[in-house]
């Protein structure tokens, strides 16, 4: 076996030594360039919790809360401290109440989804409507103006859930409380006639309710 004379290994040994060191010395040099830069970056470009804070402010500012209207989860027909079911009219809190009374007895619990609302927040659901169906003419056939809702003048409830629905269009009319609309069973209006009557004819939709129109 032929053996290479040390005298030539060694120059190859340190151009392989200094291409090490010079190459870490780069990298330390890039390094630490980076360490400096990242700070700075961040400092300038990510919002601070300040900024944050105010961002969210901003985006709730004049949002409509309970005092218009709004329904937090779970409120039923006895939760007086929710202006939705407080600002009801009378006759027809009584008429709930007295409902939800006899349900009870037969494990139903009346839940409210919306009652009383402000001409402020009718408006907002009314434009909400108009950008989900995308037309004035379909978003009425689900909510009415401001002007014209008995939810404003708080004439109307809409209860939840399903099975309180359910009862109320079997026993709904003992009480005087109608469904009003086919397109919304869950929406209840007082109509003490139909204590003896039973409940007038429902409209397909509110567009057909001559309370509806202008």
């Known amino acids: 076996m032929t053996r290479t004379p040390p005298s030539a290994r060694t ?14 010395a780069v990298l330390a040099v890039i390094a630490a360039a980076l360490c400096y830069e990242l700070p700075n970056s961040s400092s300038s470009s990510l919002p601070s919790a300040a900024s944050l804070s105010n961002a969210l402010r ?17 409120v039923t027909v006895l939760d007086d401290s929710i202006p939705a ?21 037969d494990g139903v619990k009346f839940y409210v989804n919306s009652g009383w609302r402000s001409p402020a927040y009718q408006d907002q659901l009314l434009r909400e409507a108009i950008a989900k169906y995308g037309s004035e003419a379909e978003a009425a056939r689900w909510v009415a103006t401001a002007a014209t809702s008995p939810h ?12 309180a629905t359910t009862w109320l269009s079997e026993h709904g009319a003992e009480y005087g409380l109608c469904q009003i ?3 919304e069973p869950w929406h209840y209006e007082l109509r003490a006639s139909a204590i003896d009557r039973g409940c007038p004819h429902m409209y397909a939709d509110p567009t057909q309710d001559p309370r509806m129109q202008p």
């Open 152 to 163: 404003v003048s708080g004439d109307a409830v809409d209860i939840g859930h399903s099975d």
């Open 11 to 24: 120059p190859a040994r340190r151009i392989r030594w200094f291409f090490v060191v010079g190459l870490t």
């Open 181 to 183: 609309y086919k397109n």
């Open 58 to 74: 901003g985006e709730h500012r004049g949002a409509l809360g309970e005092a218009d209207g709004a329904v937090p989860d779970g």
């Open 85 to 105: 079911v407080a600002k009801l009219k009378p006759g027809l809190l009584k008429a709930l109440r007295q409902a939800a009374a006899a349900a009870a007895d």
